[in-house]
Structure formats: C-alpha cells, structure tokens
C-alpha cells in the first residue's frame, strides 16, 4: 500500500500564509505525480496543484499566482505554500499521489486522509 500523511493545516485569517506537507511511504516504485486537492462542505473534491516527477506543475486558475507547489522525489514528499488565503480557500486539503508499486505492474491513484484549512475572515 501507499500512505500519504498531511500536516500543516489549522485556523488562518484572511490574508495569511499556510504551508501544507505531505510525506509518502509504502513499497513505492515511482511517484509520477504528486499534489493536492480540496474539498468544501457540500462541493466536488477539486484540484490545487499537482507536479509531475519532472518538475513540471499544474495549478488551478482560483490559486495561480497565490499558491506554489513544491516536491522532492528523494523524500517522496510534496508541499503546498498558501499565500494570501481568502475564505473560498477553507476546505479538507487532500495529498493525491499516482504511483506505482513494486509488486504491482500498474499505477494507481493514493490519497491521504486529508487536513482541515479554515479561513477567518
């Protein structure tokens, strides 16, 4: 199996900064993409940022410009920095990885258990 582990999120008020982490382990062969994704009460799990393994990053539009992903492949862990948070980024942040297992001849999709971001106004 592959664990994803988050830390980093809590209560913040508008305006501020936030750093999310998130730490893989397991049997890991390879991570091909590592990243985030957010869930609001009552809304569909939507995506951050993810990167690729070749450090090429992809972030939705709402956080472009305020939020950088970051990754090192060695330690098998992503970061997420926030800036300038505003209420619409409050949700469950999950750690979503693409990985591949020894034992296993395929990718497959991991999630963490996911960290709560509450926004102040």
């Known amino acids: 199996q592959v664990h994803l582990v988050e830390s980093g999120g809590g209560l913040v008020q508008t305006g501020d900064s936030l750093t999310l982490s998130c730490a893989a382990s397991?049997?890991?062969?390879?991570?091909?993409?590592m990243g985030w994704y957010r869930q609001a009460p009552g809304k569909q799990r939507d995506l951050v940022a993810t990167m690729v393994d070749d450090g090429t990053a992809n972030y939705a539009a709402s956080v472009k410009g305020r939020f950088t992903i970051s990754r090192d492949n060695a330690k098998q862990m992503v970061w997420l920095q926030m800036n300038n948070v505003t209420p619409d980024d409050a949700a469950v942040y999950y750690c979503?990885?693409?990985?591949?297992?020894?034992?296993?001849?395929?990718?497959?999709?991991?999630w963490g258990q996911g960290t709560q971001v509450t926004i102040s106004a």
């Open positions: 397991g049997n890991i062969f390879r991570i091909y993409v």
């Open positions: 979503y990885a693409d990985a591949k297992r020894y034992e296993l001849g395929y990718r497959d999709d991991y």
